[in-house]
């Protein structure tokens, strides 16, 4: 997950957060909307795994 900020200077500055790897939670904080979660939350429903001939053009 990579997030993009306006640092003081008024540059975009990126902040990429990597999986956790058997080591706590990651949280990522958005202060101009007032909130924190887990990254963990944000994907907690996203399969990444692909399902058979999902993307696949059918084969003839």
Known sequence: ????RINAAGKWELTPYFP??????ITVE???????????DIYEDVN???EPDT???AKR
């Open 1 to 4: 997950m990579e997030i993009y």
């Open 55 to 57: 993307f696949l053009p």
């Open 30 to 40: 958005f202060p101009s909307l007032n909130f924190q979660c887990a990254i963990a």
């Open 20 to 25: 956790e790897a058997d080591s706590e939670p």
């Open 48 to 50: 990444f795994s692909p």
